[in-house]
Every structure is written in C-alpha cells, then in structure tokens.
C-alpha cells in the first residue's frame, strides 16, 4: 500500500474532477452549450447554479465546455511541445556539434520574439482551428523543453554509466531512451506540470484577444472576455473562470510535486 | 585537570527523511569518550559511516544537518558547552577551538583574498588589532612553510596549489591563538607526494605552537605519524582507544589489526613473457582546443593474462591514457594493437569484438552505473548485447556472475543506491566481466574505497586473473595497491614515462628523484617514518 501525501491527495483529487469534467461534459451539462436559457446575467438560482452569462447562457454549462476545449487544447499542446521539445533537446546533447548548434541557435532566434505576439501572427494569417492552435503553441513552446531536456541531457551525458554504454558499443537509440530519458524525467515531469498551466493561461489569453477558441464555442478565456463587462456592474460571471485556471494550476502542480519526489526517491522510482 | 577537552558517553542522533516514509531517529554515535591534554594530539579513525568527523565536530557541540547531540558531556576546560547556550559557543569556535575542513578549495570564499580569511576569526573575536594578526599570519605561513610568505596572503584562493591551499587553511586555524584544532581529513584530497608535505607543515605547527589537535582520517598510517592517542571507530562506538605505538604496535581488537595490515597482500610477480595482448606505441594525445600533448610518446605493452599498474599523481597524464587506449579520446600519433590485430584509435572504427574484449571500470562506482536499472539489468545488458542471452538463461548467467564476485542471491532486483560502496564496485567488476573480456582497464578502483573494502576488491581481482587468465591495466596513485597487484609498472609524470619495467625492478634502487619521491611518499604503518622521509628524499612535491 502506498502512502500518498495529503498535498498529493488534493491535487489528485481536484485534477481528476477537473480532467473527469472535461471528458464527458456532454453528459454532465445541464444544458446545450449555446441554449439561451434565461435572463442576461441572471444571478445563482436552484436553475442557474453559477447564473447566467453576457445573453443568457447557463454559466455552468459554459464553464463546463469551457473546461473541455481548455484542457484538452493545453493537454495536447503540452504534449507535442513534450515529445518535440525533448527529442530535439536529446538529439542536441548526444550529437553535440553543428547539430547541437544548428538546433540551438535556432531556438535561440524562436525564443527572442515574444511567444505571445508570435501566436498572434501566426494565427492572424492562418485559420483559427483546434488543431492549428494545438499546433502553433505546442511548436512556440517547445523552444522551453528544448532548452531545458539539453542541458539536463548535457549534464547526464558525461556521466561515467553513459561512457560504459558507449564504451560497450550501443547505439543513441539505446543511449537515448535508456541511459538519458529515465535519468531525466524527474525535472521534465515537474517542468511538465508548470508548461501544462502557461498553455491554459495562454489558449485563455488567446481566446480572450479573439485569435483563440472562436463562439459559439466555450472556452474559459473567451468566457472571460464575454463577461468582462459586467464586472462593471458588480456581477462576477468573469471570475468564475479565472477560479477555474488557479485551481487547476495549483492542484496540477501538487501532482507534479508529489510525482517528483517519487522518481527521485532512492529505489529509482519504483516502491 | 589540563584536560582540554573531556568528552563523556557522548550520544549523537540523526533525523533521517526517507522520501515517501515518516522521518526516524537514528543513532550515529553511541557511547563515546575521551580526554585531550594540552598539546597533545588525538587520531580519530575509521571507514565512512563510522562517525569520526562527527565525533571530531561534537568538542564544539557542533552537529551538521540534523545532527543532534542528544546525551553525554563535552567539557571544554571543565564547562558543560552542551549547557552553555548560544552565545558561550560562539565564544569558543573560532577562538578557543577552530577547524581545519577536508577539501580546502570549497572552503575558502573565492572572491575574498587568503589574508582577510585566514585573519578573520582573530578580528571577529576582538583578539588583536589587524596589524597583529596579519604579522602573526605572516609568521604562521613562514612556519607552515609556504613560498612567499609576506605576499601569499594577498593572493585569491584559487591562486595557489591544493596542498597551498591546505596549509593556508592550517594557518588560518592557528591565527586566532586556540588551545584546540580539529583537523577533519586534511590531506585525503591531496596528492600523496603533496599529503607529505602538509602532513609534516601540519606536525611541526602543531609541535611548535604547542595546540592540542584532533586529527580525523580513514589512514591509519597517517595519523600515526602524527598523533600521540588514536581512537579507532566503527558504526559509531569505539573499537580500541589508546596510545599510537599501543594501536599500531600491539593492537588487541580483530578490527583494529586488520586495519593494521591492510597493505600486507602479497603477490609474487609473474614470468615476463613477450606474449603481449596489448601494445600501445609512441602514444601522443591532446585534447581538442588545449595547446599542449597530455600525453606525449608513451609506449607500453600489457602482458596476456598480468597486470600492468600505471602510476603517477594528478595531471600525470595516466587516466588519459586510459581514454587513448579505450578511444574515447582518439590519439593524435601512435599506433594500437589488441590481441595481435590492429585497434582503431577512435572508438568508432572498433569492432564489436574489440569492444567486448576490452572493458573498464571506474573510480566512482556510483555514477558509473545507471541509477533507474536494477544490478540484473546493469550485468545482464552485456549478457544480451554481446551474446544475445534472454529471459532465464540471463538471469542465471547473472547470478553465476554476482556469485563469481562474491555477493550471492538477493542484490539482481536491487538499485545502486541500495548497495555499499564495496558492493557497488563489485557490481561493475562484474559487469565488465559479463563481456568475457581478455583485459580490463581498472581506474582508480580502489580509490573511493575504504582500506578495508579496498583490501577486499584487489583481493577478488586477484582471484579472477588467475581463474579467468585476465589482464589489467591497473591506474593508481596508490604505490600499496601497486605493489599488491602488479606484474610490471610504469610510473607517469607530466604526460611521459618516467620509469618502465617489471615490479621487482621498478621498485628497486637506483631510483630517479620523482620515482624516489613517490616511492617515500606513501605513508607506512611505523612510527616516525614521517621524519625519515623529510630526511632523505631528493625532491620535493611539484605541488608544495
């Protein structure tokens, strides 16, 4: 039986609602996610639990969906920034060489431009659809994984039991993905956790500029934007989302923590 | 009472936090006591884990970490400083007690010069004005015998040599006057030729100011040159407490003689043969952007089946000529040949066989195994790379392998970090013995070992080359572990050989000076052996 700490427990806990809720927000929404059902800004009711939004759409239900495009966009991008970022960075290190410095020098010039404004250029000449958006911050992000996997491979790479595996004859496959990759997954996993949460804030701010998720779709940044207004009046419709963003930071976060002092635990990760 | 020190059934406590596990107390010092006169010295010895620094740290009711110091007394001058409070303790370190730390580079401040350091605690104590302690420093380097005295201070500590550095540290422990220093290892991270010298800097000082000292080490032989009580320790209690010529002369525990004769393997040196497996010519070697060779014509041959040990001191170039041999670092000039056939001097163009025929193993066993495989995968990856061996005829293979290095069942499912110092090595032998290889280069194998558990490796690689017929090319600045396991022997010195030959004919005289000097500069188990060494040797250490 494994003890898992209190934090991790939390963090399990509130990260799998929230992945749960993602998943089958069609089945637990009360309503459609564009159904006008009320009043403008009703406030909460029996009906209405977080009341209505900016034309009278449920907030639940709009939160809910919102957690579905949100999530799923930043899981994906996440992902790809992972799997790029890291064989990228890897490759880099075992290389070393022009490799190392074609690919580096080459983040460098991504990495100088403000990833934000260079979203909103790349997607202001393409269309705006999941995937491309999926793209496009997975591939700016990745420059972040890169620059990370490298220098924690760089710093494996001289180890004396990589030596022994080159010494033996093994390929960079093996070098790679047994020697590197086990020994580096403690601070991908936590990096991971952190890039997982500026992918949330960053489709949010995306959509909140307009160049994100597009209505009648729901995505908590565009939710953000179509209340913004009535904040003005004293109706925190536009709260309710950016609730929504630091408790999945915190408790994703609690996760990575918990799952990082296991991988360094002396027995090599495993209990 | 002169008692400086007098420390009585002294307990010390650890809170250790496993990962993933509710943090516990342990033990680490059980029982321990003992008295220092004024001016007389006490050598505390024993393997890592035996608590000696610790035990050397508590006379200032200093714990590192969570170290806690949870019973018995530390009389300094016949006060309690356990009692004393915070403030009586600042009082006391640095001023009546100071310390001399192991490794002088990371204790030193690099962006302060030598003098503000070394006269710090003086000034900080309000024991004498400024001007004071610099002349007294000045006259404590003209005392430890450091070149340039007046000046030295003003250098950085990064510009001066490690044994430099360590005296430096010895004067800036004496500055503030004190009736005791702790000495934690002082010496283990010089070189042998350098230890010598510091160990005689630090002998005179010590005589001369007329402190008493804790001398803390893992060699037996050099704290006994320089103390009058040794105290020998193990897992934290004491094994024998008494005077120098009582422990090295006449010891009484079982623990304590074999300490004693630890250097004593014998082995008788085999036949010179012309069969050699492998020769290595006219070997020149520089690594890439350095101006200068690291190596420079070096030419050896190791017999089939014997041990060829490569000696020298930090720098000589030996572990290079490891990486030359293995192709990690492709020679600039010479040629290579392994078992009659030509060896590629880059490590690309070798044949599998190659490769499997000649295997390594490394100083630190600790970073030379990956730490996510257990000790099946780590042995058993040669087994499948190299013979294609799978699943239970692996396994079993293993197993014969853990038994031929003496570890038996148990240890295949284990990570390294659940293993000794000792067994990790083992763990390596016998990987590189999974490979059947006809020659291993050994690395400084024993030299992050205690004696005891290096006495025990150079014992199983004894047994293996004469049940496997393997040959090594034994690196060391150990000249003991040398003359234990070599047939022949090449002593190194700046990239060249300096000498050349079989053992008995290496080790005999007429010496050169730097063989010489590194002959006499490794410590033996007799008292005042250190007085004759200073006596008589040609040169000194190119490091003083």
């Given at each position: 039986?494994?003890?898992?700490?209190?934090a991790?427990?939390i963090?399990l806990?509130?990260?799998?609602?929230y992945?749960?809720?993602?998943?089958?927000a069609?089945?637990?929404?009360?309503?459609?996610?564009?159904?006008?059902?009320g009043?403008?800004?009703?406030?909460m009711?029996?009906?209405?639990?977080?009341?209505?939004?900016?034309?009278?759409?449920?907030?639940?239900?709009?939160?809910?969906?919102?957690a579905?495009?949100?999530i799923?966009?930043?899981?994906?991008?996440?992902?790809?920034?992972?799997?790029?970022?890291?064989?990228?960075?890897?490759?880099?290190?075992?290389?070393?060489?022009w490799?190392?410095?074609?690919?580096?020098?080459?983040?460098?010039?991504?990495?100088?431009?403000?990833?934000?404004i260079?979203?909103?250029v790349?997607?202001?000449?393409?269309?705006?659809?999941?995937?491309?958006?999926?793209?496009?911050?997975?591939l700016?992000d990745?420059t972040r994984?890169?620059?990370?996997s490298?220098?924690?491979?760089?710093d494996?790479?001289?180890?004396?039991?990589?030596?022994?595996?080159?010494?033996?004859g093994?390929?960079r496959?093996?070098?790679?993905f047994?020697?590197l990759?086990?020994?580096a997954?403690?601070?991908?996993?936590?990096?991971?956790?952190?890039?997982?949460?500026?992918?949330?804030?960053t489709?949010?701010?995306?959509?909140?500029l307009?160049?994100?998720?597009?209505?009648?779709?729901?995505?908590?940044?565009?939710?953000?934007?179509?209340?913004?207004?009535?904040?003005?009046?004293?109706?925190g419709?536009?709260?309710?989302?950016?609730?929504?963003?630091?408790?999945?930071?915190?408790?994703?976060?609690?996760?990575?923590?918990?799952?990082?002092?296991?991988?360094?635990?002396?027995?090599?990760?495993?209990? | 009472?002169?008692?400086?020190v007098?420390?009585?059934?002294?307990?010390?406590?650890?809170?250790?936090?496993?990962?993933?596990?509710?943090?516990?107390?342990i033990?680490?010092?059980?029982?321990?006591?003992?008295?220092?006169?004024?001016?007389?010295?006490?050598?505390?010895?024993?393997?890592?884990?035996?608590?000696?620094?610790?035990?050397?740290?508590?006379?200032?009711?200093?714990?590192?970490?969570?170290?806690?110091?949870?019973?018995?007394?530390?009389?300094?001058?016949?006060?309690?400083?356990?009692?004393?409070?915070?403030?009586?303790?600042?009082?006391?370190?640095?001023?009546?007690?100071?310390?001399?730390?192991?490794?002088?580079?990371?204790?030193?401040?690099?962006?302060?010069?030598?003098?503000?350091?070394?006269?710090?605690?003086?000034?900080?104590?309000?024991l004498?004005s400024?001007?004071?302690?610099?002349?007294?420093?000045?006259?404590?380097f003209?005392?430890?015998?450091l070149?340039?005295?007046?000046?030295?201070?003003?250098r950085?500590p990064?510009?001066?040599?490690?044994?430099?550095?360590?005296?430096?540290?010895?004067?800036?422990?004496l500055?503030?006057?004190?009736?005791l220093?702790?000495?934690?290892?002082?010496?283990?991270?010089?070189d042998v030729?350098?230890?010598?010298?510091?160990?005689?800097a630090?002998?005179?000082a010590?005589?001369?100011?007329?402190?008493?000292?804790?001398?803390?080490?893992?060699?037996?032989?050099?704290?006994?040159?320089?103390?009058?009580?040794i105290?020998?320790?193990?897992?934290?209690k004491?094994?024998?407490?008494?005077?120098?010529?009582?422990?090295?002369?006449?010891?009484?525990?079982?623990?304590?003689?074999?300490l004693?004769?630890?250097?004593?393997?014998e082995?008788?040196?085999?036949e010179?043969?012309?069969?050699?497996?492998?020769?290595?010519?006219?070997?020149?070697?520089?690594?890439?952007?350095?101006?200068f060779?690291?190596?420079?014509?070096?030419?050896?041959?190791?017999?089939?089946?014997?041990?060829?040990a490569?000696?020298g001191?930090?720098?000589?170039?030996?572990?290079?000529?490891?990486r030359?041999?293995?192709?990690?670092?492709?020679a600039?000039?010479?040629?290579l040949?392994f078992?009659?056939?030509?060896?590629?001097?880059?490590?690309?163009?070798?044949?599998?066989?190659?490769?499997?025929?000649?295997?390594?193993?490394?100083?630190?066993?600790?970073?030379?195994?990956n730490?996510?495989?257990?000790v099946g995968?780590?042995?058993?990856?040669?087994?499948?790379?190299?013979?294609?061996?799978?699943?239970?005829?692996?396994?079993?293979?293993?197993?014969?392998?853990?038994?031929?290095?003496?570890?038996?069942?148990?240890?295949?499912?284990?990570?390294?970090?659940?293993?000794?110092?000792?067994?990790?090595?083992?763990?390596?032998i016998?990987?590189?013995?999974?490979?059947?290889p006809?020659?291993?280069?050994?690395?400084?194998?024993?030299?992050?070992?205690?004696?005891?558990?290096?006495?025990?490796?150079l014992?199983?690689l004894?047994?293996?080359?004469?049940?496997?017929?393997?040959?090594?090319?034994?690196?060391?600045?150990d000249?003991?572990?040398v003359?234990?396991?070599?047939?022949s022997?090449?002593v190194?010195?700046?990239?060249?050989?300096?000498?050349?030959?079989?053992?008995?004919?290496?080790l005999?005289?007429?010496?050169d000076?730097?063989?010489?000097?590194?002959?006499?500069?490794?410590?033996?188990m007799?008292?005042?052996w250190?007085?004759?060494?200073?006596?008589?040797?040609?040169m000194?250490?190119?490091?003083?």
């Amino acid at each position: 039986m494994i003890r898992i700490p209190l934090a991790a427990v939390i963090g399990l806990f509130l990260t799998s609602t929230y992945f749960l809720v993602a998943i089958f927000a069609p089945y637990i929404a009360p309503y459609g996610m564009a159904e006008i059902v009320g009043d403008v800004w009703e406030p909460m009711s029996i009906e209405h639990w977080l009341g209505t939004d900016n034309i009278g759409r449920d907030l639940l239900t709009r939160m809910i969906y919102g957690a579905r495009t949100t999530i799923a966009v930043a899981t994906f991008a996440t992902l790809v920034s992972f799997v790029i970022g890291s064989v990228l960075g890897f490759t880099a290190a075992v290389f070393g060489g022009w490799v190392d410095q074609a690919l580096s020098r080459f983040v460098d010039l991504i990495m100088s431009i403000p990833s934000l404004i260079f979203a909103l250029v790349v997607l202001s000449v393409m269309p705006v659809t999941l995937p491309v958006l999926i793209l496009v911050m997975g591939l700016l992000d990745s420059t972040r994984v890169y620059r990370l996997s490298r220098a924690v491979a760089v710093d494996i790479y001289v180890m004396d039991y990589v030596e022994a595996a080159k010494l033996r004859g093994e390929g960079r496959g093996w070098i790679i993905f047994r020697e590197l990759l086990p020994n580096a997954l403690s601070p991908l996993v936590a990096e991971m956790g952190l890039r997982f949460i500026f992918m949330v804030l960053t489709i949010s701010t995306l959509s909140f500029l307009g160049l994100g998720v597009q209505p009648p779709n729901a995505e908590w940044g565009l939710i953000v934007k179509e209340n913004k207004d009535g904040i003005v009046y004293g109706i925190g419709a536009a709260l309710w989302p950016a609730l929504s963003i630091a408790t999945l930071a915190i408790s994703v976060n609690l996760v990575a923590d918990w799952v990082l002092t296991r991988t360094t635990s002396l027995k090599g990760g495993r209990e | 009472m002169s008692h400086i020190v007098d420390i009585r059934d002294l307990r010390i406590e650890a809170t250790v936090r496993p990962p993933g596990e509710k943090s516990k107390q342990i033990t680490i010092v059980d029982g321990v006591s003992y008295q220092i006169e004024s001016g007389k010295v006490l050598g505390l010895i024993g393997e890592s884990g035996a608590g000696k620094s610790t035990i050397g740290l508590a006379a200032m009711a200093y714990g590192r970490g969570s170290v806690e110091i949870t019973g018995g007394e530390v009389l300094v001058k016949g006060t309690n400083i356990l009692e004393g409070g915070v403030a009586a303790l600042h009082e006391l370190r640095g001023q009546t007690i100071t310390y001399v730390a192991q490794s002088a580079a990371a204790a030193f401040n690099p962006a302060k010069q030598l003098m503000t350091q070394v006269t710090e605690a003086a000034l900080a104590h309000g024991l004498m004005s400024k001007a004071e302690a610099e002349a007294r420093a000045v006259s404590l380097f003209k005392q430890l015998g450091l070149p340039n005295p007046e000046t030295i201070g003003s250098r950085y500590p990064h510009q001066v040599s490690g044994g430099q550095l360590q005296r430096v540290m010895t004067a800036m422990a004496l500055c503030p006057k004190p009736e005791l220093i702790i000495f934690d290892e002082p010496t283990t991270a010089l070189d042998v030729t350098t230890q010598i010298d510091v160990l005689a800097a630090i002998k005179r000082a010590i005589r001369d100011t007329g402190v008493a000292a804790i001398y803390i080490t893992h060699d037996l032989a050099v704290v006994a040159q320089i103390s009058d009580d040794i105290m020998v320790l193990r897992h934290g209690k004491t094994v024998e407490y008494g005077t120098t010529d009582a422990i090295i002369n006449h010891p009484k525990e079982d623990y304590t003689t074999a300490l004693v004769n630890v250097r004593s393997i014998e082995h008788a040196e085999a036949e010179p043969t012309p069969e050699f497996l492998l020769q290595a010519q006219n070997i020149t070697a520089r690594y890439q952007g350095a101006e200068f060779d690291v190596l420079r014509d070096v030419s050896v041959e190791v017999a089939r089946g014997q041990t060829l040990a490569i000696v020298g001191e930090s720098g000589s170039g030996k572990s290079t000529l490891a990486r030359v041999i293995t192709g990690l670092l492709p020679a600039a000039q010479g040629a290579l040949s392994f078992d009659g056939r030509t060896l590629s001097r880059d490590l690309a163009g070798r044949s599998r066989e190659d490769l499997r025929e000649l295997q390594m193993i490394y100083q630190m066993a600790d970073v030379a195994m990956n730490p996510r495989q257990t000790v099946g995968t780590i042995i058993g990856r040669p087994l499948a790379f190299y013979f294609g061996l799978k699943g239970e005829e692996k396994r079993r293979r293993v197993q014969e392998l853990l038994d031929l290095i003496e570890m038996g069942s148990g240890f295949m499912d284990r990570y390294p970090a659940e293993l000794s110092g000792g067994q990790k090595q083992r763990v390596c032998i016998a990987r590189a013995l999974a490979a059947d290889p006809k020659l291993i280069i050994c690395d400084e194998v024993t030299s992050a070992l205690d004696p005891l558990v290096a006495h025990g490796i150079l014992k199983l690689l004894l047994k293996l080359q004469a049940e496997k017929g393997l040959a090594y090319l034994f690196i060391t600045h150990d000249l003991a572990a040398v003359t234990a396991i070599a047939d022949s022997i090449a002593v190194m010195y700046q990239g060249k050989l300096q000498r050349y030959g079989p053992k008995s004919q290496v080790l005999s005289p007429p010496f050169d000076d730097y063989t010489d000097l590194l002959l006499s500069s490794v410590p033996q188990m007799r008292l005042g052996w250190l007085e004759d060494v200073i006596e008589t040797r040609k040169m000194e250490s190119a490091g003083n």
